[in-house]
Protein backbone atom coordinates (compact mmCIF):
# COMPACT_ATOMS: atom_id res chain seq x y z
CA UNK A 1 0.00 0.00 0.00
CA UNK A 2 1.45 3.99 -0.60
CA UNK A 3 -0.31 6.57 1.35
CA UNK A 4 -0.47 10.05 -0.15
CA UNK A 5 -1.24 13.76 1.88
CA UNK A 6 -1.14 16.51 0.05
CA UNK A 7 -0.80 19.85 1.26
CA UNK A 8 0.03 23.47 0.20
CA UNK A 9 -4.07 24.54 -1.09
CA UNK A 10 -5.66 27.63 -0.01
CA UNK A 11 -7.18 30.66 -1.37
CA UNK A 12 -4.91 32.67 -3.59
CA UNK A 13 -5.88 36.10 -6.06
CA UNK A 14 -5.58 35.21 -9.96
CA UNK A 15 -2.12 35.79 -10.87
CA UNK A 16 -0.41 34.34 -7.61
CA UNK A 17 1.27 31.54 -7.10
CA UNK A 18 0.99 28.31 -5.12
CA UNK A 19 2.86 25.07 -4.52
CA UNK A 20 0.93 21.88 -3.43
CA UNK A 21 3.15 19.03 -2.13
CA UNK A 22 2.16 15.05 -2.24
CA UNK A 23 4.14 13.18 0.58
CA UNK A 24 4.08 9.29 0.07
CA UNK A 25 4.28 6.57 2.81
CA UNK A 26 4.13 3.13 3.01
CA UNK A 27 5.99 0.40 0.69
CA UNK A 28 9.84 1.16 0.46
CA UNK A 29 9.64 0.87 -3.32
CA UNK A 30 9.76 4.41 -4.52
CA UNK A 31 9.72 3.54 -8.50
CA UNK A 32 6.05 4.66 -9.16
CA UNK A 33 4.89 7.16 -11.47
CA UNK A 34 2.99 10.15 -10.11
CA UNK A 35 0.78 12.37 -10.92
CA UNK A 36 -1.57 15.62 -10.14
CA UNK A 37 -5.46 15.50 -10.74
CA UNK A 38 -8.34 18.17 -10.15
CA UNK A 39 -12.00 18.19 -9.92
CA UNK A 40 -13.89 21.46 -10.14
CA UNK A 41 -17.37 21.73 -8.60
CA UNK A 42 -19.85 19.85 -11.26
CA UNK A 43 -16.85 18.27 -13.34
CA UNK A 44 -15.17 15.62 -13.84
CA UNK A 45 -12.01 14.99 -12.03
CA UNK A 46 -9.17 15.94 -15.35
CA UNK A 47 -5.65 15.66 -15.64
CA UNK A 48 -2.65 18.21 -14.15
CA UNK A 49 0.66 17.32 -14.64
CA UNK A 50 2.25 14.22 -13.84
CA UNK A 51 5.99 12.18 -14.19
CA UNK A 52 6.79 9.23 -15.57
CA UNK A 53 9.48 6.84 -13.41
CA UNK A 54 11.01 5.09 -16.12
CA UNK A 55 12.97 8.41 -17.65
CA UNK A 56 11.44 11.12 -15.10
CA UNK A 57 9.79 12.91 -18.00
CA UNK A 58 6.80 15.37 -17.35
CA UNK A 59 3.48 15.49 -18.79
CA UNK A 60 0.96 18.56 -18.48
CA UNK A 61 -2.74 19.04 -19.67
CA UNK A 62 -2.73 21.80 -22.06
CA UNK A 63 -4.63 24.67 -19.92
CA UNK A 64 -1.70 24.04 -17.17
CA UNK A 65 1.11 24.26 -20.15
CA UNK A 66 3.76 27.70 -19.06
CA UNK A 67 2.42 27.83 -15.75
CA UNK A 68 2.55 24.69 -13.36
CA UNK A 69 5.91 22.72 -13.34
CA UNK A 70 5.70 19.09 -11.65
CA UNK A 71 8.68 18.00 -9.98
CA UNK A 72 9.56 15.23 -7.33
CA UNK A 73 12.56 14.54 -4.92
CA UNK A 74 12.56 10.81 -4.40
CA UNK A 75 14.83 10.94 -1.54
CA UNK A 76 12.12 12.49 0.72
CA UNK A 77 9.55 10.98 -1.28
CA UNK A 78 7.18 13.98 -1.81
CA UNK A 79 5.57 14.83 -5.30
CA UNK A 80 5.46 18.83 -5.99
CA UNK A 81 3.14 20.92 -8.12
CA UNK A 82 4.30 24.72 -8.97
CA UNK A 83 1.54 26.45 -9.79
CA UNK A 84 2.24 30.09 -11.12
CA UNK A 85 -0.22 32.58 -12.83
CA UNK A 86 -3.04 31.43 -11.43
CA UNK A 87 -6.90 31.76 -12.62
CA UNK A 88 -10.17 31.27 -11.61
CA UNK A 89 -10.71 28.52 -13.52
CA UNK A 90 -8.00 26.97 -11.75
CA UNK A 91 -10.59 26.42 -8.86
CA UNK A 92 -11.00 22.95 -7.94
CA UNK A 93 -9.65 19.93 -5.44
CA UNK A 94 -6.38 18.65 -6.69
CA UNK A 95 -5.78 15.72 -6.15
CA UNK A 96 -1.92 13.75 -5.99
CA UNK A 97 -2.33 9.73 -7.58
CA UNK A 98 0.13 7.04 -7.96
CA UNK A 99 0.85 3.69 -9.43
CA UNK A 100 3.37 1.17 -10.44
CA UNK A 101 3.80 1.86 -13.63
CA UNK A 102 6.44 3.18 -15.79
CA UNK A 103 5.39 5.77 -18.22
CA UNK A 104 2.65 8.58 -16.87
CA UNK A 105 -1.10 8.38 -18.03
CA UNK A 106 -3.82 11.07 -18.06
CA UNK A 107 -6.12 8.28 -17.03
CA UNK A 108 -7.67 8.83 -13.65
CA UNK A 109 -9.03 4.54 -13.77
CA UNK A 110 -5.26 3.69 -14.11
CA UNK A 111 -3.91 5.34 -11.17
CA UNK A 112 -4.70 3.08 -7.85
CA UNK A 113 -3.43 5.30 -5.49
CA UNK A 114 -5.17 8.49 -4.38
CA UNK A 115 -4.47 11.52 -1.80
CA UNK A 116 -7.31 13.21 0.34
CA UNK A 117 -7.42 16.05 -1.54
CA UNK A 118 -6.55 19.78 -1.22
CA UNK A 119 -8.13 22.73 -2.19
CA UNK A 120 -7.22 25.28 -4.48
CA UNK A 121 -9.48 28.59 -5.02
CA UNK A 122 -8.24 31.51 -6.96
CA UNK A 123 -10.48 34.52 -6.71
CA UNK A 124 -10.85 37.19 -9.76
Known amino acids: QVQLVESGGGLVQAGGSLRLSCATSGRSRTIYTMAWFRQAPGKEREFVAAVSWVDGKTHYADPVKERFAVSRDNAKRTLYLQMNNLKPEDTAIYYC?????????????????WGQGTHVTVSS
Open 97 to 113: AADFMAIATMRPNDYDY
